[in-house]
């Protein structure tokens, strides 16, 4: 086992870095004069791997859309009691969530420590799946998704997805369909588990009222050591063109609420951090709340102070979008593709670079303040292969030149796909 | 406990809660007002949201978010919320710890006078009056607000309820008031409100992090020192038991019903059987191992989501619940029939222990940040006493059994409302 310490001095944060035994990589973070402890533990695997192989294995495996999120769901039962029945013997509050690329189970508590940490490591490594529990299953979580069908925000952002993309799974909901969960069997779940539930495939991160001794001591005991396992993802080539560029749905509600996509295409499935850094930058340049646009959309009654810009990324798909509240949708695209037109021809002020960058050196600090922040970074950085402190590292060689350069590749009008909800 | 607090009266009927941490990255100073809820609503709920966008010192909108995103994007936000029958506004700021500020200019000091000046020092015209069309932005904004909230069916069929079981009390006015409320309001309406909200709300400022707590102080007792202060009290009326069960449906196109249960909580004050209850609350549909979830949800399949909420200061609990249509009988029962098993005492132990432990783990853990203690000391704006989590936490730990069962036994239910799926809109 190998334990390295991970220090950042003008931070002034640290965290221990764990290669386990077993294969799994351990974080451990811990926080001065903190109450609380969080531990998560999850696995490199969302919605978007629905098409898959691993070692050896000759041909790709398609499996039902909205099962890592199925599987989720399941994993917190055993054939005695569920993970809930335990946690509350304990007194942590525990939950879990499906992304668009990750699973993650976690916990906080701030006594009982270890006992809460013993059954988040035993039940994520117990699977118990019957055709039973997988019927009764597919009831509770078609409720869910039919709620989800009532919200407008939710709706409005998956409809974008669909607009933009043709082909990759980042297009499906991250719950899959009433139909298509239907398709899912015990079989398909212990597939799904045994190749993604493999400790090379997975990370563990505690932060807060914690030490690396009580964390291994429970681990030694409890982490089971499974052969490395290396996963191909199938990679769905997208064209640069977006399916249809307006999708609009009803709803009824009173002002309505867009999404505006703008499609970027790479034969590398993955951004660099640097790019993701640069991009939300430029994002917050030309539609922050110091923005130019953001002040005449607001004087144009076009938006209220809903309006945001975020950079969408991911394994195979990426995308900058704009969205908020508007009474009038297709202007405020307009008015977005004028002020974009309107930076690249006059260029970004220094005063606009330099609010840009310290507004984002006081969002990198803020991430070191919660637990729950600090352990969900740790799992995606990890996943992303870049250490934790690169962004706060990164940030002052950024330049108001790789904002500009950025501006011209990005950001092209016939690439964008705008989903309104009415 | 990972904090020191102290309490002090700056001003008549202002209580500054100092709370000295200095493990975070980030401080925080919050401004709350509370008032009467009542028929000023509107207009007070405007306030927050119009002194937070400009001040007399930076009355450009983006000349001040500027500022901001040059002390390394400080959050300043509005906010309006209910507590009992309070009405409470709240200004926010947020911002990095100033060690690590790359120049010498405090940030703290900076946040704290901004806060002070949208306070006391708005932006006015020469004669000393809001401008219009700062008015006019901020009542369009606050109608989209208010709209855009009750998009969320679960909050809307919550909203229908609490009109409906709570008609003939203040209770049921809604934080922002009403629509037509906000679009009659004009410059001096607002500008009264906000003469009357220096002179007469209760106010709590809370400061949290590794700051200098006494030139916040006297920056806020200067500030306070010019106004004419005549606090006004605040009272809540409680209905300890209800009378026959108030039933209404509506329809609406929606794809999935929501259920709300609401109940008195049999209590005459905030305080009353308070420990008591809450452990009943979280047993009965709290968490995950309650009865609502554990039997409702997963046993039965009966909705996703249903769970029971306390509202000490108002003396109530409100159980929602997301159910299939024709499931809508089914759950209602089996909401009530686990209701009348806590009654009976018809819970284990262990269910009980795990009630008390997740809710006093819970409560020593909202420390851990500038934001959860914030949450934690501003909601306790009308209580006469501030506590720590800690204290809370003790109480939960003292519960017993007998006490549990006492508590529900108290509980009536008052309304039962269905939001359908169907043809022909509820009012919007």
Same mark, same amino acid.
């Given at each position: 086992? *190998? ?23 351990i ?77 993650c ?24 799946f ?61 597939? %799904? ?7 090379s ?14 964390v ?19 990679f ?18 009173a ?14 499935p993955?951004?660099?951090?640097k ?7 430029l ?45 009038d ?42 637990? +729950? +922040?600090?352990?969900? *970074? ?24 790789d ?20 | 406990?990972?904090?020191s ?72 936000s ?15 700021? *947020? ?38 069309e ?5 009542k ?16 809307y ?19 922002y ?48 020192? %010019? ?41 005459? *004050? ?39 909420r ?40 262990? +269910? ?61 239910? +008052? ?14």
């Amino acid at each position: 086992m *190998s334990t390295e310490i991970i220090k950042n001095e003008l931070l002034g944060e640290s965290y221990y870095s764990i290669d386990h035994p077993s294969g799994l990589k351990i974080f451990v973070y811990p926080k001065e004069n903190y109450e609380s402890s969080y531990a998560v533990f999850g696995t490199r695997y969302g919605s978007i791997d629905v098409c898959f192989r691993a070692d050896g294995q000759q041909d790709f495996i398609t499996v039902p859309e909205g099962i890592a999120h199925f599987l989720e769901h399941k994993l917190f039962e055993s054939e005695e009691l569920d993970a809930f029945a335990r946690y509350a013997k304990t007194g942590a509050s525990a939950n879990a969530y499906t992304s668009f690329d990750r699973t993650c189970y976690l916990f906080t508590c701030t006594g009982n420590f270890k006992d809460s940490f013993e059954i988040l490591l035993d039940f994520v490594q117990s699977p118990y799946f019957t055709e039973e529990t997988v019927a009764k299953e597919q009831g509770i979580i078609g409720q869910e998704l039919t709620m989800y069908k009532d919200i407008p925000e939710m709706e409005v952002f998956y409809n974008m997805l669909r607009a933009m993309y043709s082909v990759h799974p980042v297009r499906i909901d991250i719950g899959g369909t009433v139909e298509s969960i239907s398709e899912i069997t015990a079989q398909r779940l212990y597939d %799904c588990y045994n190749t993604f539930y493999n400790p090379s495939n997975m990370a563990l991160a505690v932060a807060g009222n914690v030490t690396p001794e009580a964390v291994l001591e429970v681990a030694d005991r409890l982490l089971k050591s499974k052969e490395p396992v290396t996963i191909e993802r199938r990679f769905f080539p997208e064209p640069p063109q977006v399916c249809t560029d307006y999708t609009q749905q009803t709803f009824n509600i009173a002002t309505p609420l867009f999404s505006l996509g703008y499609k970027e295409t790479y034969s590398e499935p993955e951004r660099s951090l640097k790019e993701i850094m640069v991009t939300s930058m430029l994002l917050e340049i030309i539609a922050g709340n110091t923005s130019v646009l953001y002040e005449r959309l607001l004087k144009d009654e076009l938006i209220n102070t809903e309006f945001s810009a975020e950079y969408f990324t991911g394994y195979g798909y990426a995308a900058c979008i704009f969205s908020g509240e508007s009474s009038d949708p297709k202007r405020v695209r307009e008015c977005i593709n004028e002020e974009i037109a309107r930076l690249r021809r006059e260029g970004i002020t220094d005063e606009q670079f330099e609010v840009a960058r310290r507004k984002y050196y006081g969002r990198v600090i803020t991430c070191f303040n919660e637990v +729950d +922040d600090i352990a969900n *970074s740790l799992i995606v950085s990890h996943f992303q292969k870049i250490p934790l402190f690169e962004e706060f590292d990164l940030l002052p060689g950024i330049t108001k030149s790789d904002i500009e350069a950025r501006l011209e590749a990005t950001l092209r009008e016939e690439y964008s796909s705008l989903s309104v909800v009415i | 406990m990972n904090y020191s607090f102290s309490v002090s009266e700056p001003a008549a009927g202002v209580r500054m809660c100092k709370i000295k941490a200095s493990q975070f990255k980030t401080a925080c100073i919050s401004v709350n007002l509370a008032l009467p809820l009542g028929e000023d609503a509107s207009a007070n709920a405007l306030l927050p949201y119009l002194l937070h966008r400009c001040t007399g010192k930076y009355p450009d909108m983006r000349a001040m978010n500027m500022r901001l995103g040059s002390l390394y994007g400080a959050d300043i936000s509005a906010s309006v919320g209910k507590i009992g029958e309070a009405q409470v506004l709240q200004m926010y700021a *947020s911002f990095i710890d100033d060690r690590f500020a790359l120049d010498s200019e405090s940030v703290a000091k900076s946040c704290a006078d901004m806060l002070a000046d949208m306070l006391f020092e708005p932006k006015l015209d020469e004669n000393g009056r809001f401008f219009p069309e700062d008015i006019e932005r901020e009542k369009r904004m606050l109608s989209e607000l208010y709209q855009s909230e009750l998009n969320d069916k679960k909050v809307y069929a919550l909203r229908r309820c609490t009109e409906i079981m709570f008609a003939s009390e203040v209770y049921s006015v809604g934080k922002y008031g009403t629509l037509a409320d906000i679009q009659a309001l004009t410059p001096e309406k607002v500008y009264s409100a906000w003469r009357r909200v220096l002179e007469t709300a209760r106010v709590q400022i809370d400061v949290i992090g590794n700051v200098d707590f006494d030139s916040v102080e006297k920056l806020f007792s200067q500030r306070f020192s %010019c106004i004419n202060r005549a606090p006004v009290e605040i009272k809540t009326q409680f209905i300890k038991t209800a009378g026959e069960p108030k039933r209404v449906r509506e329809p609406m196109d929606i794809k999935q019903g929501k259920l709300v249960i609401g109940m008195r909580a049999g209590t005459a *004050s905030a305080q009353e059987s308070y420990p008591a209850l809450r452990v009943m609350c979280d047993l009965y549909g709290g968490s995950p191992h309650s009865k609502l979830f554990s039997v409702v949800r997963e046993k039965m399949s009966l909705c996703y989501y249903c769970s029971a909420r306390l509202t000490r200061q108002k003396g109530i609990i409100m159980i929602q619940s997301g159910v299939e249509c024709e499931n809508e009988e089914k759950a209602e029962k089996a909401i009530l029939e686990q209701l009348e098993l806590v009654r009976r005492g018809e819970f284990s132990d262990d +269910d009980l222990k795990a009630s008390v432990d997740a809710l006093s783990d819970a409560f020593r853990g909202a420390s851990d940040s500038p934001d959860a203690i914030d949450a934690w000391f501003s909601t306790q704006i009308l209580d006469s006493q501030l506590r720590s989590g800690d204290d809370f936490a003790d109480e939960m730990e003292s519960v017993t059994r007998e006490q549990v069962v006492e508590a529900a036994n108290g509980v009536t239910l +008052d309304t039962v409302y269905m939001l359908y799926s169907g043809e022909g809109e509820a009012e919007k």
